[in-house]
């Protein structure tokens, strides 16, 4: 399967068990408490609070069915706030700014166990991933943390893992309110979680998989995670029992994709997984290449230092591809890189991304060029981006261009600072001025020339000569005995006295100007009338 395929058989799927399909909602939110639309349950948070009796199957642009199920496909962005992801894209192969969440929901309708065995039967049955490779995580909280153990999720866990011959003891994973009660922020809907935790170790041993569960380990990752929503998170701390109990599932697209890709279907799994290798991002690589000249060849650094050169460009082209596909369609939802706010993310973003191009030796102007292949691959999913790609790359290329001047004058700024800084390290001689001279672009290329006899090389070490030392000012060569008057610089003259002191800047026509400034207080102090008023 394509990962266009894998998308749509995940919503045919739900479709066929009554779930209105709705489009994705904008990536600007509409709670204040968040920067970017983060999960696929934001839209529907009015109807899980109860201010809002569910209606999905009238909502515009729906595949309608019932009212109490839906699912979609949803762009979601997490660079910022509870959930960053940022730093760690690039690094790894599983972490993205800009990703789809794959979800499904019930509002009040079915709970864990239609949602449980569903998945259970997508996973297994209809993609055809090996049972024993799969492990769930149930809710077991610490004292003080809010609700109780999930007694209920481990009971049908233990179910569908006795039906497949595998041991339940060993499959499933208690997990801590970290990991398994989620929070869309500090406030709002909440609940006990379960996950599904997919092994991806070349041996299918199940207690060496069990090992990788919640480790951070690219060789065990969670793809699905079905979210029990019972509470509401008060601004208090405290945790109030909703109405109505409701289903929130989000699976990884760019993952579940990825690993298909890398195991040729679920069946060979001796390549080291990664997102990357599916075809969402093979026609932006194709681009970067060629924009580059480079390769991009799958490696992945264990640290974040002293990197091989062939990493830091896989670090660069996978940073790349995602900074491309998140701006591209932050932009086309209205959010414009800016100074403040989630404005000030998306702006941050794209700098990162120019960084990394440079890298590459791309230069400024480069981005603009990603994002054809963004809309190629995402248009019809999302078609704003289609609709919309004029503004993308219009408001693309102004940014760039301001930040290649920016980076212009700082990388100037830098290079005098630090030649100030060497010049005001070495003491005052004739021997250290001599130095300095013959330090110069202009000494370098002359010797050279010297050698080669060449007419043009000397020209240029003249002028490269006369540009480095522009704004350099050397510091003169003072008599011991005579006192020194520098240049004077516009109407102002620095003076030094006989005894070496510096004066304070003295201007030429002070006395005039003082006259005149003085006449006028006093026109303004005499009568109407008075002979200077006639003068």
Known sequence: MTSAQIRQSFLDFFASQGHTIVP??????????????????????????????????????????????????????????????LEDVGFDTYHHTMFEMLGNWSFGDYFKKESLSWGWELLTKVWGIPAKRLFATVYAPKPGDPSEFDHEAAAIWTELFKKEGLDPAIHIVHGNRKDNFWQMGDTGPCGPCSEIHFNLLPSDDEAEGRKGVNSSSSRCIEIWNHVFIQFNANADGTFSPLAAKHVDTGMGFERVAGIYATTKGFTDFSPEPSNYNSDVFTALFDVIAQLSGKTYTRTVPTKREGLTEQENIDIAFRVLADHARCVSCAIADGILPGNDGRNYVIRRILRRGILYGKKLGLPIGFFEQLVAPVVASLGQVFPELVERRDIVQRVIRSEEESFGRTLDRGIARFEQSVELAALATEPNTFASRQRRVDETPYSR???????????????????????????????????????????????????????????????????????????????????????????
């Open 445 to 535: 290329i002359e010797t050279r020339t010297r050698s080669d006899g060449s007419l043009e090389k000397l020209l240029s070490g003249i002028v490269a000569r006369s540009n480095s030392l522009r704004h350099l000012r050397l510091p003169p060569r003072h008599d011991a005995t005579a006192r020194h008057r520098a240049r004077p610089y516009g109407r102002y003259r620095r003076v030094r006295a006989p005894d070496g002191r510096a004066a304070q800047p003295r201007s030429r026509r002070p006395e005039k100007r003082n006259r005149r400034r003085r006449h006028r207080r006093l026109r303004s102090r005499r009568p109407k009338g008075h002979r200077l008023h006639r003068l």
């Open 24 to 85: 994705s909602s904008s990536l600007l939110p509409d709670s204040p408490g968040l920067l970017f639309t983060n999960a696929g349950m934001n839209q529907f948070v009015p109807i899980f609070l109860g201010d809002r009796a569910p209606d999905v199957s009238k909502w515009a642009g729906v595949r309608p069915s019932k009212d109490t199920r839906a699912a979609d496909t949803q762009k979601c962005i997490r660079a910022g706030g509870k959930h960053n992801d």
